[in-house]
């Protein structure tokens, strides 16, 4: 057996809802999802040693301000040694809870609080947000200046694995559908509205073929996990989140580099993390899948091996990704429902992970579910970043 | 809304010949001395066997489309005037994959893997962009 499976747990989650919040301020946003977090573990403020914030986009001086301890200030946290910022982007969530598990598990933390909080709906204006986005994380020099951003990043992919597959831009569009069909569930999302791939496929044209209905849409969020030893998670909590296996893989940071846009780093990083869970694709009941376009979501489905290739467009168009289906699927509705929210976009998946495990998910709850998968991924998909969570350790 | 200055690409010490190359209208690439092995972009040394015998030649300038898009809409406002534009992975006959634009072409009739040749856009007096059109193929007039 895995010496790390296991051996940490989360073991308190807390969320705001994702939307347009010019009120909310970030700080107020991140302190809220992290005195939920703490009131949902039920562990005492004094035992919290560490605090992890992820990376903030709409201000350089606020997310400055996480770097340098506000959280820890701000919430009263008189037993910290530690505050330190872990950020990879899209996939800081799932880095962050890596170096969250390593240091339980060596013994240098014993209760972390990692906060995420943005405000990328109200923070900045839309055009300011294309603008961000067409130069975060792309190469000032090799692609700046061809009209990069992320509109073509995800055109690009979506191209070829059309070409390569057959996917169809109607399964294309059934992943947005399927997406808003917990969305309608999740009282935390910004589109909850029914959504038709008709309307989908009717959207504007960004850059083909990527429509606009097939793109997330920023909006202010914020969130919060806390992470412990599997010891102290069972004295805590009826039902800890034990962290059973993680795998990545960092594949370039030029986007053109990337030696294959239709399958990225996925396959290697879920074979690692399944190998260090001691589980199976198949065994898998829900799957947190990174969704900012309709393509990575299918990619990564694909190649954690939960289908075979080519074969995860059909699923989300009949319906087996929907609420009550075989595959449930990025269950909180993702970035293309809930809404994107920076680095949180997967700090929502993680989240929405450990609360469908934690039986806490409400109307769009997985009955029974035991084990789920997470995906996360950064900038233009330079990484991908597997976690496999579980009520039970393998 | 003012529409900003074109976005130059920002040289390094080691990226400079390619630039000052793209310039006169000649595509350089990197290749290393010791393994042999092309590279782009340019690097401080060899990616695949860390030689910093590194030397520069001539490309063919020819290569495929890997993949393709055609923006439309939502551009980063120093690309909004330019709407319909060509953004596409560009793979060289040497092996090596760029981020390039398509010109000279009708966006409708592009194609993956379709045949490629390399055409130079003046950026300002310092850059010029390497960028590429189709080759006139064999049935496909244009």
Redesign the interface.
Known sequence: MHRNRGRSAIVGIGEVPTGRFPERTAIEGALQAARLAIADAGVRREEIDYVMPTGTLFSFQFGNELATARLVEELGLPGVGSNCQVFSGGSSSTNALRIAAALIETGRARCILFVHTDKLGTGVSAQGGIDLFSTAGISAEWEVPFGQHYSTVAALATTRFKHETGCTDEELSAVCVSNRKWAELNPHAFFRTPLTIAEVMNSKMLSTPLRAKQSNMLFDGSGAFLVTSAERARDLVARPVYVLGEGGAVTHFVYSQEPDLTRFGWAAAGRQAFAEAGIGPADVDVAEIYDSYPIYQLIAFEELGLCGRGEAGGLFLRGDTWPGGRFPCTTDGGMLSKGHIGAGGSVSLMIEAARQLMGKAGARQVPGARFAVETATGGTYFDAQVTVLGTEVP | ?ITPP???????AW?RPFWNAAREHQLLLQRCDDCRQWIF?PRIACPHCGSDALGWQQASGRGTI??????????????AA?VP?V???IRLEEGV?????IVDCD?ATL???QPVEVVFRR?DDE?T?PCFRPLAAIGAPR
Not at chain 2, 6 to 12: G, L
Not at chain 2, 97 to 101: D, F, G, V, Y
Request: aromatic share 14%.
């Open positions: 809304m074109k976005p130059r690409p920002e040289a390094s990226s972009y890997y993949s393709y898009t055609v923006v439309m809409n939502n551009a980063p406002s120093a690309f330019d534009y953004v596409a992975v994959q760029m981020l390039s634009n966006p194609g993956c893997d950026l850059y962009l």
